[in-house]
């Protein structure tokens, strides 16, 4: 991870020129704006689109990874047919904008896994389902991914005959995908074309060991995909079980690891000594996602926040909101971020505010009065698509932004009470491109201040670095913010 390795050239010493005036006009964060056509597209994503896509994947009796090398299945039922369906889909909607996706299946053989999670008896295919929607601006622009996994299983999840719908766990993370690639793709028909690129995932093999999204991670590394950001959603159905009082239909949570699971010893030893275990770049991808909430939901009837390039906001989207959650996801349980967090790249999970587990995993049944199962009459569809519109959100905002800053520094070499700033161009950084420092008290989950550089690559600030805890991030001239980069210490 380009982060991490800059980690790796701290020394201390090292000499780095700054000049520039102490800023004293900071103000609140603002709002990340939204293009309103993205807003527009973003509204297009409907209850009804998304039924249908989970009813469809529901259809094939079982979509158990196991099931992909049974002959006995009866025609159109399994995690196959499933395949061909999700291949058949992302075509579709390549036609609708004039062949703007190129969609790819990535498919495999997982060898015989039986030993610690591995559960794969024998040699089995696995097929993940990709499409790409190109960006304009070259080999350099940021790319951005959405993933959810359409494998599923019951209570046994060797035996691939079992029903096993999988409305929630994890059609409804697939929905996302194949929606947000809906919405996204028509964005060239509203004459708005992002320099960076999206690709819309469904993986499998999730239940059987993260293999889909691992096998998609080490591709994409070795085909060096400029990934500078992961959104996995898995269980993102908002539980409709009758009498539920728990569950909180205008919240998401949002997993992230802290320190990275590449990070060397050293590494971690830094990031801890620096107090800067809650700035992981996955930490900075979920505070992100919190930040540009606000630029496209807000309570009823309330007046639309303004973004930075003057855009109101349609007032009759609802209410909804992520919640940062500081771990990379729940006890006992694992997600397909996690396979790209392994491979060095930024991901963070989207899941439902409370998991009903009595439809996750079980097979089909009623037992004392408690119906198990994971059924479509247990989703709620508007929930989806409010999860659907988050991710598209996030996606078109990075995708139109430009690249993460490079070498990004404070100088310690005297003590006082500023703070002073350095850093490099980004790799991408199209004309207009400005720079921006923001920043929060240690004790402070989110930014809450910023400060703009304009185009300059240095800024001193009269904040005491001891104090805060810093990011700088790359502005396009619309607006569009990359992931903030938090400073490494240097004299």
């Not at 999700?86 to 299946?105: D, H, M, N, P, Y």
């Not at 320190?259 to 992100?288: C, F, H, K, N, Y």
């Not at 929930?383 to 070498?407: D, I």
Request: proline residues 6%; contains cysteine; negative net charge.
């Amino acid at each position: 991870m380009k982060r991490m390795m800059c980690m790796a050239g701290w020394v201390l010493g090292t000499a780095i020129a700054a000049a520039g005036q102490t800023q004293t006009g900071a103000a609140p964060l603002a709002p990340l704006p939204v293009n309103a056509a993205v807003s527009k597209a973003l509204q297009g994503i409907s209850a009804e689109q998304v039924k249908g896509d989970i009813a469809k994947l529901v259809s094939f009796g079982t979509r158990n990874t196991l099931s992909s090398m049974d002959t006995t299945l009866p025609p159109g039922q399994g995690i196959n047919a499933a395949a061909d369906w999700i291949t058949s889909e992302f075509q579709a909607i390549s036609a609708q904008c004039g062949g703007c996706l190129e969609v790819k299946r990535d498919e495999f053989v997982q060898p015989t896994t039986t030993t610690g999670y591995g559960r794969i008896p024998s040699p089995t295919k696995l097929v993940n389902v990709y499409a790409i929607l190109h960006g304009t601006g070259g080999d350099k622009a940021p790319w951005v991914l959405v993933t959810g996994h359409y494998d599923s299983r019951a209570t046994d999840v060797m035996n691939d005959k079992l029903t096993s719908p999988g409305a929630n766990d994890d059609a409804s993370g697939v929905a996302v995908s194949i929606e947000s690639a809906r919405a996204l793709s028509g964005l060239g028909k509203a004459g708005v074309t992002l320099t960076g690129t999206m690709v819309f995932v469904a993986v499998a093999g999730e239940e059987q060991g993260l293999y889909g999204s691992r096998h998609l991670a080490q591709l994409a590394k070795s085909e060096g995909w400029p990934l500078e950001a992961v959104l996995n959603d898995d269980i993102v159905g908002g539980d409709t079980t009758p009498g539920e009082t728990m569950q909180k239909k205008d919240v998401v949570r949002v997993f992230s690891e802290s320190i990275p699971a590449t990070a060397t010893p050293e590494q971690q030893r830094m990031m801890l000594g620096l107090g800067a275990e809650g700035d992981s770049p996955s930490r900075e991808l979920a505070r992100q996602i919190v930040e540009l909430a606000p630029s496209f939901f807000k309570p009823m009837g309330q007046h639309p926040p303004v973004g930075r390039a003057g855009e109101h906001n349609d007032a009759t989207v609802p209410a909804f909101h992520p919640v940062m959650v500081l771990r990379r996801d729940r006890y006992l349980r694992g997600g397909d971020h996690s396979s790209f967090n392994a491979e060095g790249f930024t991901a963070v999970r989207f899941t439902e505010w409370r998991e009903n587990f009595d439809h996750q995993h079980q097979t089909l049944r009623t037992e004392n009065g408690v119906e198990y199962g994971d059924l479509l009459k247990f989703v709620d569809f508007n929930y989806v698509v409010r999860v659907a519109q988050l991710n598209a959100l996030t996606m078109a905002s990075l995708a139109a932004a430009p690249s993460e800053p490079h070498n990004v520094r404070i100088l310690t070499k005297a003590l006082d009470n500023n703070s002073e700033l350095t850093w490099e161009a980004p790799a991408f950084a199209p004309a207009g491109t400005t720079y921006e420092v923001v920043w929060r008290d240690t004790d402070e989950p989110e930014w809450t201040h910023s400060q703009s550089a304009g185009a300059e690559t240095h800024l001193k600030l009269n904040v005491s670095k001891d104090d805060v805890l810093f990011g700088v991030r790359a502005v396009s001239a619309a607006g569009d913010a990359s992931l903030p980069v938090p400073p490494l210490p240097a004299r």
